[in-house]
C-alpha cells in the first residue's frame, strides 16, 4: 500500500485465517473491482501521525492464486456414511469429483482398494468438507473385513481432479504409494435392519434386503416365520438355503421343497397376497462387525411373483389292480380341487399303443398336495382289465393326460 503517493511502501501480510476467509467467499477479484477502507490509525507516519479514513477504489495489480490446495486429514464417520476432509484452504465444492478418492487398507501395496463411483456434500465454500458416500459404495465397501473398519486400515488416495479451490487449482494429487491415513474413526457401528422382502414362487425364493451389507455365512433361515394374517397361519423356515458367496445388503434364499411345499399348502402368501407378513429374529443374520439383525415383529410383502411355471407330472408309481389305486406325484403342490380325473388316459406302450382307456371317474386324496392317491370307479378298473394287454404287466402300463388335468396352487 503506497500512502500520498510517495514511494514508501507498507507491504501488509494476510494471515493464513484472514486469506481463507476471503478465498472462502468467492472474492478473488475483490482488490480490482472493489473498494478497500482503511480506517483512523491504519497506519502512523514517522512523525507518528495517524492515518486517515480513507477508501481506496481499486487495486493497482493482482496477482494470481496459483498454489494447488492439499489435503491435511480425514475423518472417518461410518454412521453417517461420511469423510470429513481438511484442506489447506477453501476448497469450491462444486468442483467435488467423489470418483477421484479411492479408498485403500494400507498406505503403500494395498491389498484392497476401491474407488467411490459417487458421493456428494452438503458443504459450503471451507476448508472442511464433508463428502457423503453414496449407498451403493458404503455396502460395496463393508463386504471386506480388513476395509475401513478401523484405523488401522482406513487410506486414502486422491486424483488431483477431486476438488479444485476457489481460484479454478486442482488438489496436489495423492498417490496409491503414499495415501493418507485417517485422522480418527467413529467405530459407533449400529445394527443391521431389515428394509424389505419379495416373494418369488418362479424361482422359487425368498430376497431380502438390508439397510447395510450382511454376512452371507451368518444367515440362520430356522429364525424367519412367513405369516398370513387373514388366515392366521405362519410357518418356520427348517431346510431352506442359500447359495451366495459375496457378502452385499441383499440376501437370496432358495426355497426346499420341504419349505416350498408347505408354503404352498398352506397357501401362505398366495391366496391373500396384500396380508403376507415375514417376522425375523435376531438370530437370523449379523452384519460384518458381528451385530445381529434388529428383530422383525412383522414386514409386509413388497412384492409377490406367482408361479408362472407349467409343470409335468413326476411319477406315476403303485397301480394296484387289486383295489384300483395308484399315485401320481408333482414336484410342487397341487389344487386338488381343480383334478380332473376323466383327463387321465390308460395306454399299453409308450408310443403306438394298442390298447387304451380314459377314465370316467375316481376319488382323489392328498396329504401335501405333492402325492395324489387316485381310486379308480369299478367299472373303470372292470374295463382295465378286461382289455388282456393293457396295464398286465408293468412294461404294458403307461398313462397320459391332459394339460387341464389339474392346476398347482
Known amino acids: 500500500i503506497i500512502y500520498n503517493g510517495s514511494t514508501a511502501v507498507t507491504v501488509w501480510t494476510l494471515s493464513t485465517y484472514d486469506l481463507n476467509q476471503l478465498k472462502s467467499q468467492f472474492v478473488p477479484a475483490l482488490f480490482v473491482n472493489n473498494s478497500i477502507t482503511a480506517y483512523n490509525a491504519t497506519a502512523y507516519d514517522l512523525a507518528l501521525n495517524p492515518s486517515i479514513v480513507t477508501v481506496l477504489p481499486r487495486a493497482f495489480s493482482l496477482t494470481k492464486d496459483i498454489t494447488r490446495p492439499q489435503l491435511l486429514s480425514f475423518d472417518v464417520m461410518i454412521p453417517t456414511k461420511t469423510l470429513i476432509l481438511h484442506f489447506d484452504e477453501p476448497i469450491d465444492v462444486t468442483t467435488l469429483d467423489p470418483t477421484g478418492f479411492t479408498l485403500q487398507n494400507k498406505g503403500r501395496k494395498p491389498t484392497i482398494s ?59 494429487t495423492i498417490p496409491s504409494s503414499q495415501a493418507l491415513q485417517a485422522s480418527s474413526f467413529n467405530s459407533a457401528f449400529t445394527p443391521p435392519q431389515l428394509l424389505s422382502f419379495a416373494l418369488n414362487f418362479n424361482t422359487p425364493e425368498l430376497l431380502l434386503t438390508f439397510n447395510e451389507t450382511v454376512n452371507i455365512t451368518s444367515l440362520n433361515v430356522s429364525s424367519i416365520i412367513l405369516y398370513s394374517s387373514t388366515m392366521n397361519v405362519s410357518y418356520t423356515l427348517s431346510t431352506s438355503y442359500s447359495i451366495q458367496t459375496q457378502n452385499g445388503p441383499i440376501v437370496s434364499v ?27 429374529e435376531s438370530t437370523t443374520i449379523r452384519d460384518l462387525v458381528g451385530l445381529p439383525l434388529i428383530k422383525v415383529n412383522l414386514l409386509n410383502v413388497t412384492q409377490i411373483i406367482t408361479a408362472g411355471t407349467r409343470l409335468s407330472m413326476s411319477h406315476f408309481v403303485l397301480f394296484n389292480l387289486h383295489d384300483g389305486s395308484f399315485n401320481v406325484s408333482f414336484p410342487e403342490t397341487m389344487d386338488l380341487t381343480s383334478l380332473d380325473i376323466t383327463f387321465l388316459t390308460f395306454q399299453s406302450f409308450f408310443e403306438n399303443p394298442v390298447a387304451n382307456y380314459t377314465l370316467t371317474g375316481g376319488n382323489a386324496t392328498s396329504q401335501d398336495g405333492t402325492m395324489i392317491h387316485v381310486v379308480l370307479t369299478e367299472s373303470d378298473l372292470n374295463q382295465i382289465k378286461m382289455k388282456r394287454i393293457l396295464c398286465n404287466v408293468q412294461a ?13 396352487v
Not at 486414502?156 to 477431486?162: D, F, K, N, R, V
Open 114 to 172: 476401491y474407488t467411490l463411483t459417487g458421493g456428494s456434500t452438503p458443504s459450503v465454500v471451507s476448508t472442511d468438507i464433508q463428502l457423503i458416500l453414496t449407498d451403493t459404495d458404503l455396502n460395496y465397501i463393508k463386504q471386506f473385513t480388513d476395509l475401513y473398519t478401523s484405523l488401522n486400515n482406513s487410506f486414502l488416495s486422491a486424483a488431483y481432479y477431486s476438488f479444485a479451490d476457489t481460484s479454478g487449482n486442482y488438489m496436489i
Open 254 to 280: 432358495i426355497f426346499s421343497s420341504k419349505d416350498f411345499n408347505t408354503i404352498t399348502a398352506l397357501r401362505l402368501c398366495i391366496s391373500n397376497a396384500t396380508s403376507c407378513g415375514l417376522m425375523a
Open 396 to 408: 404294458t402300463c403307461y398313462i397320459t393326460f391332459k394339460s387341464t388335468l389339474v392346476r398347482d
